[in-house]
């Protein structure tokens, strides 16, 4: 937008000041009042300040159509106070969007891992970290040989209790007949729970999605200890956005702020989002914290993977261009001075 103000200098020739600025429609007014309270002072610049009679007798003959004499009135001293004075303007007067840009990432909203069921060995692996699965896929196996071995010991133990047991019952031996069928039930118990270890030692996908982390092709025959982490599912079609925002700005998020999210992947799309959660949980980066806050993106993308990494803007407020560039210095400085003094 092109605003123009004419400045009546009281002489022959005319001075019209012309600023190109790029602002709303209706931030046009404040920007006119702006150049009318500072009008008497711009003639000022303008018009020149020698007093001597000739000199103002010359510049009254100066026609409109020498333009080349009319404009050396704008010296460039002048020119530079006159830039000088509307940038001031410009950043002190004119609102901007005060936005907090941190660096974010992609999680699943939901995440599965699938542990080490019992001590073993790795067996066969089908699946690793980056395939998409289904529920319920095969994308392992522990071997589980020696469960079967223990398992027909102790049927072959249950067989021979079940058979002293009749013997007992037939000699009317109650008190021996209790003692075996006692320990048919234990041997039953110890069958059962080999029965449920071999079946988990096919290690299924729990929900259909990504396989965001775990390797086995390349361990095979290594060991593994119950309750070690093989592998990490997530959904593909649900996601969370976590953005580590720096201590000195966290105070400024919101719970229902908007924001707008350029990943790495994806430059050329911008994802908008609602932050949802200013997480108590911090991270320590090299010289500073950063604290997690967690978004949800307001559309999806076929596009979207697991751990994609970008940045994200989030809106905060209209402020003062000069507010907006300067607050972190205005902060710095004044903490530096409160810890400075007795």
């Not at 046009?28 to 009318?36: A, S």
């Not at 940038?87 to 901007?96: M, Q, S, T, Y």
């Amino acid at each position: 937008m092109v605003i123009a103000l004419p400045l009546d200098s009281g002489t022959d020739w005319t001075v019209t000041l012309a600023i190109q600025v790029r602002i709303k429609p209706s931030q046009q007014t404040v920007v006119m009042q702006i150049l009318h309270w500072g009008e008497d002072w711009l003639k000022l610049l303008l018009l020149q300040t020698d007093s001597n009679e000739s000199t103002a007798k010359s510049q009254n003959k100066i026609q409109p159509k020498d333009v080349n004499r009319s404009t050396s009135i704008i010296t460039p001293f002048r020119l530079t106070i006159l830039t000088g004075l509307l940038f001031l303007i410009v950043i002190a007067f004119i609102p901007g969007h005060y936005r907090v840009t941190a660096p974010a990432s992609l999680e699943g909203k939901i995440q599965r891992v699938i542990v080490a069921p019992f001590d073993g060995y790795i067996a066969n692996a089908y699946a690793r970290a980056g395939e998409t699965v289904n529920q319920g896929d095969l994308i392992a196996e522990l071997d589980s040989r020696d469960l079967l071995l223990q398992q027909q010991k102790y049927e072959a133990e249950k067989n021979e209790h079940t058979r002293q047991y009749r013997q007992a019952l037939a000699k009317r031996d109650q008190a021996q007949a209790h003692i075996f069928k006692s320990q048919i039930k234990q041997t039953d118990s110890q069958i059962k729970l080999l029965h449920k270890k071999i079946q988990r030692s096919s290690l299924l996908s729990p929900l259909s999605g990504m396989i965001i982390s775990g390797d086995l092709s390349r361990s095979l025959g290594s060991t593994v200890k119950t309750g070690d982490l093989l592998f990490e599912v997530a959904p593909l079609d649900e996601y969370r956005l976590i953005i580590l925002i720096d201590e000195k700005l966290v105070v400024d998020i919101k719970p229902g702020l908007t924001g707008v999210l350029t990943l790495k992947a994806l430059h050329t799309d911008e994802l908008t989002f609602v932050v949802d959660k200013v997480s108590p949980v911090f991270e320590e980066n090299a010289n500073s914290i950063a604290y997690r806050v967690e978004a949800q993106l307001d559309k999806k993308h076929p596009s979207l993977r697991p751990g994609m990494q970008g940045s994200a803007k989030i809106d905060i407020a209209q402020r003062s261009y000069g507010w907006i560039y300067l607050h972190e210095l205005y902060y710095a400085v004044r903490l530096w001075l409160w810890s400075w003094l007795p």
